[in-house]
Each structure stands twice: as C-alpha cells, then as structure tokens.
Nanobody, 124 residues
C-alpha cells in the first residue's frame, strides 16, 4: 500500500513557476514508478510526466517537455514536479500516482495508487 499527498499548488501568473511535491507513505515507494497527471474541468485526466523507481528514466507529455521536470528523493519518500514557464492551459488539478509494477508509464490505468490532487491555476 502507498498513500500519496500532493502539495504546492496555487495561483501563479503566466510565465511563473511552481514546484509540486508528493509525499508518500508506505515502504513500497522506493520500488514504485511515479507519475504526475492533471485534469481540467470537463476534460479527461491526462499524463504529464513519469519517473522510474531509480529516477534514471523519465517521460514527459509533449505539452510540458522543456518546461516541467519530474524528480524524486527516495530517502524522503517524495516526488516533485518543477513547473516553469506556466501557461493558462496548464490550469488543472494535478495528481501524483504510483505504479508498483512498471517503469514509468503514461497510461492512467497502469497506476494503482493516487493522491487527492492539488489545484494549479494560471489566469489568462
């Protein structure tokens, strides 16, 4: 079992930055691939970024490549999402998720554990 709690969301002007954190409890964290997803009102949940259990492999959605960076600290049971050059279209609830079996997937159903989400708002 892995419990996930996101933090760090908020309101930021276009072009600004935020860093999201996802704190995990449970001994399985260090062997889980982790992902960040987001969901805007009226839209399906979409992939943002993923990282392997070791941190050596990462994957990004095209829409955030070059602006967002995913990282993890297994000693702190935490995964991060650094978001730079934010745009209004980045506005969404951001969720972190854990996949005990994979290497870092972009597919929602591959993830077994989910946090409750944190709101990111970038006004237009």
């Amino acid at each position: 079992q892995v419990q996930l709690v996101e933090s760090g969301g908020g309101l930021v002007q276009a072009g600004g930055s935020l860093r999201l954190s996802c704190a995990a409890s449970g001994s399985a964290f260090s062997t889980c691939a982790m992902g960040w997803f987001r969901q805007a009102p009226g839209w399906e949940r979409e992939f943002v970024a993923a990282i392997s259990w070791s941190g050596h492999s990462t994957l990004y959605a095209d829409s955030v490549k070059g602006r967002f960076t995913i990282s993890r600290d297994n000693a702190k049971n935490t995964v991060y999402l650094q978001m730079n050059s934010l745009k209004p279209e980045d506005t969404a609830v951001y969720y972190c998720a854990a996949d005990p079996w994979g290497g870092g997937s972009s597919v929602v159903v591959d993830y077994d554990y989910w946090g409750q989400g944190t709101q990111v708002t970038v006004p237009s």
